[in-house]
C-alpha cells in the first residue's frame, strides 16, 4: 500500500468521528474496514492496517491540541465553522508533520491532493494556505 493509499484511509477514519456519538476506535476501524469494497479491504489488510490504525488512534488522543494547532494558524475563520472535510485533511496533515520524518512539502502536497479528490473547488488553496502558514510560523516543532 503506498503513502498516499494511507493517508486516505486516515483521513476517512478521522472524517468518521466527527459523526460518531460513541466514539470507540476500534470498532469505528472494523466498521470502516468492512465498509470498504473487497479491494480495497484486501489492500488494508495486506498493507500497513496496524499503522492505519496507530495513527487514527494517535491523532484521536491528541485532537484537542492538533485542534488548538490548526485554530492557531485559521485566518479569519473559526474551526467550528470549517467544512468537516477540510478539517480531516488538516488534522492528520498536521499530525503527520509534527508527528512524522517525512518533508512538510510532501504533506502538504498530498493533504492538497486529497482535498482535490474529497473537498470542494476552494479547499486545495485553503488547506495549502493553513498549512504553510502552520509550517512557516515553527510551530510544527511542537509536541503532541
Known sequence: ?????ERKHIFSLVFIIEFEKDIN????FLGYIESLETKSKEELNNGNKSFVFSSFEKIFLNLKKIDKIISENLIKREIERLNKVDLAILRFAVYEIILTDT?????????IEIAKEFSSENSPKFIN????TFV???Q???EL
Do not use: F, H
Not at 476506535?25 to 469505528?28: G, K, P, S, V
Not at 494556505?129 to 504553510?132: M, Q, T
Open 1 to 5: 500500500m503506498d503513502k498516499r493509499t
Open 25 to 28: 476506535l476500534e470498532n469505528i
Open 103 to 111: 518533508p512538510k512539502k510532501i504533506i502538504i502536497n498530498e493533504a
Open 129 to 132: 494556505g493553513v498549512l504553510a
Open 136 to 138: 512557516n510560523s515553527g
Open 140 to 142: 510544527n516543532n511542537k
